[in-house]
């Protein structure tokens, strides 16, 4: 099974060679951390930079950074935001408006906020989050602590905003049909059968609880979804379903460095077949650290400051296995655009 999933997921065969293939595979990237991200496009890419990931961000359009599955921020293709979003914003509606009360955001003051960046964006974006933070509290909209995220998610969920180009370095904000255009209807059932094509897709072979949590969304909708492509899906022996006209399942790739975030970890209900006993080595009070791959296994985890990246074993990683994510090493500073990278070191 992992070998058929590191397949789906492009971290084993044949490689994408730019990075709308990579979330046309996988739909949709978890996106809050921006190195991690664009390490995950690297690591299902050949040939590429992160210059790569900021053009189909800010020149192309065709990638955009913005609020689904689960109300988190996830990279997309444009063209799959309209659907993504009909589908995911409203079960999030519920936890946004609970987290708004608790920030001290009044129903109406997020009603007022999500007016005043409507309008701060029609007149002057693309605007960073910074400059929205400035004219929501000239208007006496509530920012301190988590309000602001909050209301910035709301103007999300109700489709005015999406985060796409890059400004000095920050994601900024667009109107979502300055930005691109406007949205063409979504079927519920067309879309339903769409998220559970293109899910396993990426993430096959599954089963309907892994989809229902990826999404965000109830289970059943989760199988109705499953049970309008039954025609396309080969039902497994061991429960899990997957496309019938999949690739032939590559051998298990070269050691390999991946992300925070990166979605080896975010596509099922159990991590417990990548990561063993070590769950709580990678994943610390939400947070999902880089971590090393050998042999579809999780190995070490690894930061990088500076211009070095430090391997932190959990496990036995054997010298040549060292070697191969050390060559690999070399290859996250190229894609990054890291000046005169030192060697990779290893912290026993």
């Known amino acids: 099974?992992?070998?058929?999933?590191?397949?789906?997921?492009?971290?084993?065969?044949?490689?994408?060679?730019?990075?709308?293939?990579?979330?046309?595979?996988?739909?949709?990237?978890?996106?809050?951390?921006?190195?991690?991200?664009?390490?995950?496009?690297?690591?299902?890419?050949?040939?590429?930079?992160a210059t790569d990931v900021e053009r189909a961000l800010t020149v192309d359009r065709s990638l955009v950074l913005t609020w689904v599955n689960r109300g988190t921020l996830h990279l997309v293709r444009s063209?799959?935001?309209?659907?993504l979003h009909a589908l995911t914003a409203p079960p999030i509606v519920k936890g946004n408006a609970r987290r708004l009360a608790q920030e001290g955001v009044s129903v109406e003051a997020g009603d007022r906020g999500v007016e005043v960046i409507r309008r701060a964006l029609e007149a002057d974006g693309p605007l960073s989050r910074d400059h929205l933070r400035e004219r929501l509290d000239q208007a006496g909209i509530p920012t301190r602590g988590q309000a602001l995220v909050h209301v910035l998610l709301l103007a999300s969920l109700r489709g005015p905003t999406v985060r796409?180009?890059?400004?000095?370095?920050?994601?900024?904000?667009?109107?979502?049909?300055?930005w691109l255009g406007d949205p063409p209807a979504v079927?519920?059932?067309?879309?339903?059968?769409?998220?559970?094509?293109?899910?396993?897709?990426?993430?096959?072979?599954?089963?309907?609880g892994d989809l229902a949590k990826w999404a965000g969304l109830p289970l059943r909708d989760a199988r109705a979804g499953l049970n309008s492509i039954a025609r396309e899906l080969d039902q497994r022996p061991d429960g899990l379903v997957d496309l019938a006209k999949r690739p032939a399942t590559a051998e298990l790739p070269q050691p390999r460095l991946l992300g925070s975030f990166d979605p080896l970890l975010l596509g099922w209900r159990s991590r417990e077949p990548l990561v063993g006993a070590e769950q709580a080595i990678l994943t610390v009070n939400g947070i999902f650290r880089p971590f090393a791959l050998v042999r579809g296994r999780a190995v070490a985890t690894w930061t990088m400051p500076g211009s070095s990246i430090v391997l932190k074993p959990f496990t036995t990683v054997s010298r040549r296995d060292r070697a191969a994510l050390s060559a690999d090493a070399a290859e996250v500073a190229r894609f990054l655009g890291v000046s005169n990278p030192t060697a990779m070191t290893v912290d026993v």
């Open 79 to 83: 063209d799959d935001y309209p659907w």
């Open 1 to 49: 099974m992992i070998a058929e999933r590191l397949t789906a997921q492009l971290l084993a065969g044949p490689q994408a060679r730019d990075p709308l293939a990579v979330v046309h595979r996988l739909l949709a990237v978890q996106g809050q951390d921006q190195r991690g991200f664009r390490l995950a496009i690297r690591s299902r890419s050949t040939g590429l930079s």
């Open 164 to 178: 796409g180009p890059m400004v000095d370095g920050q994601h900024a904000y667009v109107p979502v049909r300055d």
């Open 187 to 208: 079927d519920r059932d067309t879309a339903l059968a769409e998220l559970a094509r293109r899910y396993l897709g990426g993430h096959g072979p599954a089963e309907a």
